[in-house]
């Protein structure tokens, strides 16, 4: 009898992005939960050839077939007693076999002590056994380890348990095993940041099946390639695998794979639409949801594709259409697709599709389908999910029932409704739904006036997004495109209960404390998304580092609706203050993108100073006397939202006629110190500088000359006595990788074309053959390692910019400047290629060779370009991320 293989983490992507559509508010639930509905049985079933067929081996045939139906308790009982008659017998590798798929049976139902024990039984017994069948086994029972540990966050313990099912393998020259396992490898690499390695992985395994003759293996191989690359945010080499997969399997005539490859190339071109909108790119977007909708229809009209394949192509194009509000042209499919579900059988994937169907049909409500239908949907679903004993399941299907009577308005339904959803959740310890449930709970008691009782809500919400930060992206892939209407909102709707005080009060600090510390947690889950993996946990109490900078302040603007609240501590002081200034979001993000379109534009000068004292007015005005009474000097912004795209030096004082910049040192944190502050005074500077000058055409993009480049680096040289230069051919990634392997440099100095971007593909820098992208920048300036002496004490980006139209592109340098491993980072937030970068440079380091904090070297540079050429287009595009000192 064969073995059945899977690509289990490939899979688990694939499931993720493939049968369900992205969700897009408090209503849109269930990727997270079909996530874990159908990883793959039968990926370690494996049976011996039996020259006495047993009753025993039909259980273990009967509950393949009842997993794959989704009837997962019903499957656990078929296989222990499997477990059990086979351990009578004494037939070893077939009970190793039977708790094998019992483990995954048990972590399809959330019961992971139970799915431990079975893998580490099934372990146990194959390490005695010593034949090649039992080692290809033995292996496969690895996969399923490595799963389960990665589900549970035990990320470099999947890693491990991988690469030595790999090893195995090898020496069975399997390769079909050995992709699997390099694509596992990818994931797991990819979540703990090691992005290099992740890629070089992905791209040995499209070389290994390169080298495969065609066939609907390779067809397969390629479609689940091509479904990761997607989920790690490579959209566009997802698009181009899934195509290969989608033309080789019409060569090879194999139709499910076809169906397969149309369904996920949709998915990825859905992927497209959000990160276009994210780009503020909505044109595009269009041309993406078009492409998305013709391949759901193409992969509908398979006649010999999958039933479940099928009904999810045409669930996932309703869902466009619906999104796209199209109502008239979808009125045709809502029958097609009701006859088909009411003909599933009970299982998880009839609990599933039902709620995608009430999903859709809930945004028709006012379009001929009525609340009441939508409610006996659901209503439907929970009647399954219960009869199957799945709580995971039935916990979806109440919330989403719950989000219906809250829409609806009928509160108390809706609470009552929410709360045995969490019950559920909870007894599977599925935080990653029960987040969504504690939040729903918020908002409802929220609309009931039980602020307290709301709060708490939320913070229970709040806290199991934190103990799910390790495995939010890699449990549900989904949230890199659905991060702000899926897990953001929870942070800021949290906050603004937390401050819903009294204006300018210090009553009840506590709520002050902990609002700050949410948005400091939600700066740094949006980087976290931004990367698709964990950035590195905090190590500072920036309380404590700013309580020794007595003339130091943090600031925290938060944007909320209908006002913005700043917070500050002054040094000295235990207290935390809050000041208000009644501005609706909207207003206060049209004044900021306004300026941001005006700075890049050396005429545009009085337009710049209009909207920047408006800003000074919302920001600093209120908190100026608090400044000056406590004779402060510096600075330091946890910027919110928005206002990261533009440099705080820039807002304007009409009284005094001043900018900011003339007053005080400026410097950003992301929100969290990641790294030990050390003052670049007490060390010796050592330079590594770089630049691309000559005109460039690099991967189809336009990069014209940077004519100063060359003198700015001499200038450099001139102020930093120790230097290495790698210049235009010599700049390139083994030349600067050699270099900061073999050389401890305080500054890292980059003279080229950079682009920062919400969009990790589109954050860039610029080297003589290519392109370095954010990862790839990442992995290269930490090569030295954070602990390893010599780190990098500033990393200058010059010539950078902002990508236009990208209303969340400073997330890119936010991204870059935590990850790259230095302490601080100075960027530009647009191009000025002139003398007075030139100069700006120049004097930069000699303040820095003066002894003086990097924010006040980065003042001073400013103010001498200010004092010759007052236009802020010159002085202005400079901003310090990390350590101020």
């Not at 222990?80 to 008659?85: F, L, P, S, T």
């Not at 491990?160 to 990818?186: G, H, K, M, P």
């Not at 000056?628 to 009409?654: E, H, Q, W």
Request: proline share 3%.
């Amino acid at each position: 009898m064969k073995f059945f293989q899977h690509f289990f983490i490939a899979l688990l992507t694939v499931l993720l992005c493939a049968f369900l559509p992205y969700f897009f508010d408090s209503f849109n639930y269930l990727t997270a939960a079909f996530a874990k509905s159908k990883v793959g049985f039968d990926s370690v079933l494996a049976t011996t050839p039996a020259v006495n067929p047993t009753q025993t081996s039909s259980l273990v045939q009967q509950s393949q077939a009842l997993y794959e139906a989704g009837q997962f308790v019903e499957g656990v009982q078929l296989l222990k007693k499997a477990v059990a008659e086979f351990k009578a017998t004494n037939d070893v590798l077939n009970e190793a076999i039977a708790l094998s798929n019992l483990s995954l049976a048990y972590q399809q139902l959330g019961r992971w002590q139970e799915a431990t024990e079975a893998i580490t039984q099934s372990i146990k017994l194959l390490q005695n056994l010593k034949d090649a069948n039992s080692s290809q086994i033995f292996a496969q029972a690895l996969d399923v380890r490595g799963g389960l540990e990665l589900e549970q966050g035990q990320t470099e313990a999947a890693l491990n348990t991988w690469q030595s099912a790999a090893e195995i393998y090898q020496r069975l020259d399997d390769t079909s095993a050995q992709v699997r396992d390099r694509v596992n490898q990818a994931q797991a690499m990819q979540a703990l940041g090691n992005y290099l390695q992740a890629d070089k992985t992905l791209t040995s395994v499209r070389e290994i099946l390169q080298k495969q003759p065609d066939s609907p293996v390779k067809a397969t191989g390629l479609y689940n390639l091509g479904n990761v690359r997607r989920s790690l945010g490579y959209l566009d080499d997802s698009h181009t695998i899934l195509e290969e997969s989608y033309f080789m399997a019409i060569g090879v005539k194999d139709a499910i794979a076809q169906s397969n490859a149309l369904l996920s190339l949709g998915n990825t071109a859905r992927a497209q639409i959000y990160a276009q909108l994210n780009l503020g790119n909505s044109s595009r977007a269009k041309d993406y949801t078009q492409t998305a909708i013709q391949y759901y229809q193409q992969a509908a009209q398979i006649a010999s594709a999958k039933p479940t394949v099928r009904l999810l192509a045409q669930l996932n194009l309703l869902r466009l259409r619906v999104e796209q509000k199209e109502f008239s042209t979808v009125k045709a499919l809502l029958p097609q697709i009701q006859s088909q579900i009411d003909s599933l059988p009970p299982s998880r994937t009839a609990v599933n599709y039902r709620i995608n169907f009430a999903q859709s049909l809930s945004k028709m409500r006012q379009n001929s389908v009525g609340p009441k239908d939508v409610a006996k949907m659901l209503a439907q679903a929970v009647q399954i999910a219960k009869s199957l004993k799945d709580e995971r399941t039935e916990s979806y299907a109440l919330g989403t029932l719950g989000g219906l009577y809250e829409q609806s308005g009928q509160l108390a339904d809706a609470n009552s409704l929410t709360q045995q959803a969490l019950v559920k959740a909870e007894s599977v310890d599925a935080q990653d739904i029960a987040y969504q449930w504690h939040w729903q709970m918020g908002r409802i008691l929220q609309k009931q006036s039980n602020i307290p009782a709301a709060t708490a809500a939320y913070n229970q919400a709040y806290n199991a997004l934190k103990s799910l930060r390790n495995d939010l992206v890699a449990i549900n892939p989904d949230v890199q495109f659905s991060f702000r209407e899926s897990v953001e909102p929870v942070y800021r709707q949290y906050v603004d209960l937390l401050l819903q005080l009294p204006e300018n009060t210090l009553q009840r600090p506590d709520n002050l404390v902990q609002a700050r510390q949410v948005i400091e947690s939600l700066q740094l889950a949006e980087l976290d998304n931004f990367f698709r993996s964990p950035c590195l946990l905090p190590r500072v109490d920036l309380d404590q580092l700013v309580e020794k900078q007595k003339s130091t302040i943090v600031i925290y603007p938060i944007i909320l609706d209908n006002r913005l609240e700043i917070i500050t501590r002054l040094p000295g002081q235990d207290a935390i203050y809050r000041k208000t200034t009644k501005v609706l979001k909207d207003v206060l993000e049209n004044v900021v993108e306004q300026l941001r379109k005006e700075l890049p534009i050396v005429s545009r000068e009085p337009d710049v100073k209009q909207h920047s004292q408006q800003l000074y007015d919302w920001l600093i005005k209120p908190i100026e006397s608090d400044l000056a009474n406590a004779d402060i000097t510096s600075l330091v912004f946890v910027l919110d939202g928005s206002l990261r795209n533009i440099p705080m030096a820039i807002l304007y004082d009409k009284k005094q006629q001043k900018y900011l910049v003339e007053k005080y040192a400026i410097s950003l944190m992301p929100g969290l110190q990641l790294l030990d502050p050390k003052p670049l005074h007490n060390m010796r500077l050592n330079a590594l500088i770089a630049g691309v000058e000559q005109e460039r055409l690099i991967e189809g993009k336009s990069f014209p000359k940077l004519s100063n480049v060359t003198q700015e680096l001499k200038l450099v040289r001139s102020e930093v006595k120790s230097t290495k230069e790698l210049l235009n051919q010599e700049f390139t990634i083994a030349n600067l990788q050699k270099q900061i392997q073999s050389t401890s440099f305080s500054v890292v100095h980059l003279a080229t074309h950079g682009q920062f971007s919400s969009d990790i593909e589109e954050t860039y820098i610029l080297i003589w053959d290519k392109l370095l992208r954010g990862r790839e920048l990442d992995n290269l300036l930490r090569a030295r390692g954070e602990n390893r002496r010599g780190t990098i004490e500033l990393l200058v980006l010059s010539a950078c910019k902002t990508a236009t139209g990208d209303k969340r592109a400073a997330l890119g340098l936010a991204g870059v400047a935590v990850r790259a491993g230095a302490r601080s980072t100075l960027a530009t937030l647009w191009t000025v290629d002139d003398e007075y970068t030139r100069d700006f440079m120049g004097e930069l380091y000699r303040q820095l060779d003066a002894g003086v904090t990097k924010a006040q070297a980065l003042q001073r540079a400013q103010l001498a370009i200010l004092a010759k050429e007052n236009r802020p287009y010159f002085w202005a595009p400079y901003v310090l991320l990390g350590n101020w000192l």
